[in-house]
């Protein structure tokens, strides 16, 4: 570690943005909408992980409890962190420069959303004091700790803004089903509104089955309060899911690894009975990556309309999944 490299960015919370995403707390999605701003929270995963060291003024990434989740990547409002062709990071700080050499390469990046999965490094077997040996086992456990807390640090990263409103676990009055509920995530920039229901795996979610009957009432709170509050805001309501993502395939796809009980064919009419959208937290990575490398033609704001068309149902990392059950990939004009 260079010990004169320093954070160059400037932030209000006690560890740099890299390390510690910085909430307001919103008690009800009205509270959001008026920007009615509660407590100030800080958020972290790099204490679970293991994978961060913060010393004087800078970070140090250990790479070999790295999983790969770019956490600190998108945290960084500079994207001072190299990544390598096998998605090795280095944290350069001050010293970073943007033509560092073995980069991630542009057929890497290419492969993306264009019929194969992402293909993430796993932490080799013989690191017995590790927590997690990969992204997928990271997302798959402790939801409001693990995925959401990583999801909302995603998705501030794919907005446009440096600073949307963003908040966790926001209350709702759900009358239809005379109890309270929590979104998830929630990010509202410049008129478009994103709510994420976050669910640790397919397994589980599915195990559970809780999550129709979430996104239907949600979906009847959060178009009651948009019509009260009288914006013209645009809103996405979505599934996040970690674990492993081949779940989510078609019940056709022939890699689909949820068919057994047919458990992917009923997931799968649900969510086109429902309109109910799903977006793997696999496929967040890669969108944010895209977006270290290629701006904001990678935003969610530019990319909003293309995923949520009505001609689709879910995005996967190997592409957009259409409501005919086919793989398309994803465009980016």
Known sequence: MNENKYCPHIYDTSLPPCISLGVVKYNYLKDLLNNNKGSNQELMIAHSIECIEFKDKAIDIKNENCINCMYCVFGCPGNNIEIDNKFKLSALCSDFKSDYENRLKQETLDELFNGSFIKLPKIRLAQFKVKYKSFSDFTSVDETKNISVWGANSLKFLSKSSNPQLGLEIGMNIKSRDRGGRLDICLLNK???????????????????????????????????????????????????????????????????????????????????????????????????????????????????????????????????????????????
Do not use: W
């Open 191 to 333: 008129g478009v509104l994103l709510v994420a229901e976050a669910k640790v795996s397919f397994s589980k979610m599915m195990n559970e089955n809780r999550y129709l009957s979430q996104m239907i009432a949600y979906e009847e709170e959060i178009l009651s309060t948009l019509e009260k509050n009288d914006d013209n805001i645009k809103h996405y309501k979505f599934l996040l899911i970690g674990g492993n993502e081949s779940d989510l395939l078609p019940p056709t796809h022939p890699e689909c690894t949820s068919n057994v009980g047919d458990q992917s064919s009923l997931f799968y009419k649900n969510c086109l009975d429902n309109n109910i959208f799903f977006i793997s937290a696999n496929a967040i990575l890669s969108l944010g990556i895209k977006k270290v490398f290629f701006g904001d033609n990678y935003s969610i704001e530019n990319l909003s309309k293309t995923i949520f068309s009505p001609t689709n149902i879910g995005l996967l990392s190997s592409g957009l999944i259409q409501k005919d059950f086919k793989l398309k990939p994803l465009i980016v004009k």
